[in-house]
């Protein structure tokens, strides 16, 4: 069955322009995570929904960052006055939700959006 | 603390050796899970092992191989007569439930496989 997707692929903008990622998680998947991924660095979580629901919002860098999900499905990261030190791989995992807490969970990763702020 | 510590950063071997790439934890829960994904010049994390921390029974996938042992916290990984495709960043994971609902990462290990 289709992965995890993620769109844009790539994306410019300018500094203090705003920008929209967008995830598509596996089908029937309940769980959503976001990371970013810095050139050469580990993976830096984000934040995490069970279905529309996001526990947790500490992760998210600053109040640049916000992120919603919809009908349990489409997840989008939005960043608000882009800064150049946001320029990184923005990735997005879903898990099936299929046990009772979340850390059991096996996380499947989509191909990640590279943003770059000018 | 929460920890996971893969100590080589880099490491070169020519097609057909074997290679074994280590990842310690440091967990002071009893239940955790740990996984490997593998990261290609491509960028995308492929999933490749779960294992539960009540699990230790090695496992075997084709060519690859992990040994987990909960006595040295380790839950290393074996590739056994690489190939060139093989090359990738490999990234070991911690998860447990007073994680904050973050996988705990390693810092990954760059696999370089000469033909």
């Known amino acids: 069955g289709a992965g995890v997707s993620q769109s844009p692929s790539n994306k410019v903008t300018e500094k203090g322009k705003d920008v929209e990622l967008r995830c598509d998680p596996i089908?029937?998947?309940?769980?959503l995570y976001w990371y970013r991924q810095s050139l050469g660095q580990g993976l830096e979580f984000l934040i995490y929904f069970q279905g529309n629901s996001a526990p947790d919002k500490s992760g998210l860098p600053s109040d640049r960052f916000s992120a919603e999900r919809t009908g349990g499905s489409v997840s989008t990261l939005t960043i608000q006055r882009t800064q150049q030190e946001d320029s990184a791989v923005y990735l997005c995992a879903s898990s099936l939700g299929e046990f009772r807490n979340w850390y059991q969970e096996t996380q499947y990763f989509g191909p990640g959006t590279r943003l770059l702020v000018l | 603390a929460q920890k996971v510590t893969q100590a080589q950063t880099e490491i070169s071997v020519v097609e057909k050796e074997d290679v074994t790439l280590d990842c310690v934890y440091e967990?002071?829960?009893?239940?955790?899970?740990l996984f490997w994904y593998k990261q290609p010049p491509s960028g995308e994390l492929v999933f490749l092992i779960r294992?539960?921390?009540?699990d230790e029974q090695n496992e075997i996938s084709g060519r690859y191989s992990w040994n987990f042992q909960k006595s040295t916290s380790s839950f290393n990984f074996t590739i056994t007569a690489s190939q060139v495709v093989d090359s990738a960043v490999y990234f070991c994971a911690l998860s447990e439930l007073d994680s904050n609902y973050q996988l705990i990462w390693g810092a990954g290990t760059k696999l370089i496989i000469k033909p």
């Open positions: 967990t002071r829960d009893t239940t955790y899970y």
């Open positions: 294992r539960n921390s009540f």
């Open positions: 089908s029937g998947h309940t769980a």
